[in-house]
């Protein structure tokens, strides 16, 4: 019998967005962890994977239980009592019916639920025009997206509308879409900062159009590359615990383990094993 795969559900993520947005870059840092300087525009689609935890323990923290780790409960003040020459007394507390106070049973640690896995399965696209009609049939059965542009390009930040369009045209209704402003590392500098779009405006933009949040990333420095594809996460794991997803439906854009009973779906692709045999790109 094969054994059971180390994740409990796997979701499919496309990124989307303009050719030379750093797309390609992104899944390969959060695949593999590395950074390539050099590498050809992907032509089609790519595919990557990882497992990531979701939901608690590792997405929350037990505030009550840490609160009371670094606190001691403080003792009772016992009541005192002032004699006649200004001295005062410590006054014992009487003993209920003369007998002493029963020993309390310890409190047992509060049980935290198991951490649950999702296996990222991530869909790097092209963004040449000329391969648009190839890679929106990848939209389908999508439940996430990272909509890419290039902070130091303008014109790749005014074309995140159509590209959202196009995926809510085809993708499920209820697919969670994280806006990333990638290449952050070109804006870091004083003398020489290419920034061409503004915090601010991208963040009005996600919020304007009912996507779920606008991230800053460097595939270079690796900067928020995780939190991107983790908020992603997240948020399909609330998806799921709210029941949106038929888990048993390989059309499902979340599928668990029982829909994958020949096992083994938790081994991570690298980047170019697909089946399209197509070339590592930076877009």
């Known amino acids: 019998m094969s054994s059971a795969p180390p994740w409990d559900y796997i979701a499919k993520l496309v990124c989307i967005g303009d050719s030379g947005c750093g797309k390609s870059s992104l899944t390969i840092r959060l695949c593999e962890g590395r950074f390539l300087t050099h590498h050809d525009v992907t032509i089609g689609v790519e595919f990557g994977s ?63 639920p198991p951490q649950k896995h999702m296996k990222l399965s991530l869909w790097d696209t092209a963004g040449q025009e000329t391969y648009k009609s190839v890679t929106r049939s990848y939209f389908r059965g999508a439940s996430g997206a990272l909509l890419v542009f290039d902070l130091s390009r303008k014109q790749t930040f005014q074309h995140v509308t159509d590209w959202l369009a196009d995926l809510r045209q085809i993708a499920e209704p209820d697919i969670v879409v994280i806006l990333v402003g990638n290449k952050a590392d070109l804006t870091s500098s004083q003398e020489h900062n290419k920034r061409e779009v503004t915090h601010e405006e991208a963040e009005e933009w996600a919020r304007r159009n009912g996507v779920l949040e606008y991230v800053e990333t460097s595939a ?5 590359v ?37 096992g083994g779906g938790g081994r991570p692709v690298r980047l170019g094993n697909n089946t399209n045999k197509s070339a590592g790109g930076c877009c």
């Open 226 to 262: 995780e939190k991107a594809f983790m908020r992603v996460a997240e948020r399909i794991y609330q998806n799921i615990q709210a029941g949106k997803y038929d888990l048993n439906d390989r059309r499902s854009g979340v599928k668990g383990p029982s829909a994958y009973s020949g």
């Open 220 to 224: 270079k420095s690796g900067e928020n």
């Open 50 to 112: 990882r497992i990531v935890p979701v939901g608690p323990p590792h997405s929350s923290i037990n505030d009550t239980l840490q609160e009371s780790s670094l606190t001691t409960p403080s003792s009772p003040t016992s009541p005192t009592s002032a004699s006649a020459d200004g001295t005062t007394t410590t006054q014992k507390p009487p003993k209920p019916n003369g007998l002493p106070t029963p020993p309390t049973k310890p409190t047992a640690p509060a049980q935290l």
